[in-house]
């Protein structure tokens, strides 16, 4: 029932036309719904911002670099890693989560002017940054930049009135509940999904049969996913590398960096702490171990974590709200701290999102 092409060469596939590449008029309309995501783009354009880029030797390289410079940012890329390399032989594992994706830009910004630098993942739909520090450099978190993001996007819309009736935020569930407080303060409501960015673009799909795409804002996961817009049902690192530069050129306007910016932030809304630990079980004996600890979990819940009294259990793989039934376990602890354990989707690890908090009332 199947059809089995013939095994013919690459140059042969295109010759007969089976084969063709994308042609610039695709790519011009990407780029002009990208750019139309700018809240304030005049604000770039004025902030002689320099970017230290690097698209870790995957897809980023053209669209990143094409958005930002359009728009008249002083990008440095990293050269050992501007050309796609599936051996990745300058970073063993390219994946923005981890403090070593970064180390070849740090090099390079300690050479040359940097306000900022981006890594986007190598199939640009992830991005991290790094913000010059003292004598380093800082890491932001995911959910860091997450709450940067929010924090940016609701008070520039709002300065021009343009925060939609019934504007919506949507985080997965193991993103931090300090981007909740924040999306209060602004007014908007926070909409938290399962993990997995499939289950934000399957709201925006809800959204767009009810007519009311116009009111999504953002969305964002802890693992440094996030989309501004409608125009794709996934994270996209090109959008969001644009409105991380529009908003730390606003930033940079101020006299502020990031990291200010952010520390402002944790003294209005409370100091959160967050940290992610993987275990692994390996083989089918693994398996069954994983079973036994989440059970264990569920069944005989903790009393308290580390002397923190546990306040409420949400067990997923009852149904919880209008998601899907999920393994997954919360608990929300005295004082405003959380832990969330869930196995991974995709490798034999069970996962922790550990939240530590210092809330103000």
Known sequence: PYFVPEIKSFDAYMAEGVISYIGQDLWESYYDTVL???????????????????????????????????????????????????????????????DAALNESYKIAREKPCDVILGTDPDCDRVAIAVPDGDGFRKLSGNELGFLLMDYILKARSEKNDIPDGA???????????????????GVEMHAVLTGFKYIG?????????G??????????????????????????????????????????????????????????????????SYKFAGSAGA???????????????????????NEVIDYANGVDDLPKANV?????????????????TEPLIKTYITLSKTKE
């Open 202 to 210: 399957e709201f925006i799909k809800k959204l767009e049969n009810d």
């Open 329 to 345: 376990l919360i608990y929300n602890l005295e004082g405003g701290s959380q832990v969330v354990v869930r196995p991974s989707g």
């Open 36 to 98: 139309a995501e700018a809240v304030a783009p005049e604000k770039i354009r004025k902030a002689n911002l320099n970017i230290v880029y690097t698209p870790l030797c995957g897809t980023g390289n053209e669209p990143v670099r094409e958005v930002l410079g359009r728009l008249g940012v002083n990008i440095s890329v990293v050269e050992c890693q501007e050309k796609p390399d599936g051996d990745f032989k300058t970073c063993e594992y390219p994946n923005p989560e981890t």
């Open 168 to 186: 919506i935020v949507v985080r997965s569930i193991v993103s931090s509940p300090l981007a909740d407080r924040i999306a209060e303060h602004y």
């Open 288 to 310: 069954d171990k994983m079973k036994v600890i989440l059970n264990g979990l569920r069944e005989n819940a903790p009393a308290d974590f580390g002397g923190i009294k546990v």
């Open 212 to 277: 009311r795409e116009n009111e999504f804002v953002l969305g964002f996961e802890e693992s440094y996913g996030y989309l501004v817009g409608t125009h794709v049902r996934d994270k996209d690192a090109t959008v969001a590398s644009l409105v991380i530069t529009e908003m730390a050129s606003e930033y940079k306007k101020q006299g502020i960096t990031l990291v200010d910016r952010l520390e402002s932030l944790y003294n209005e809304f409370g100091y959160y702490e967050h940290l992610v630990y």
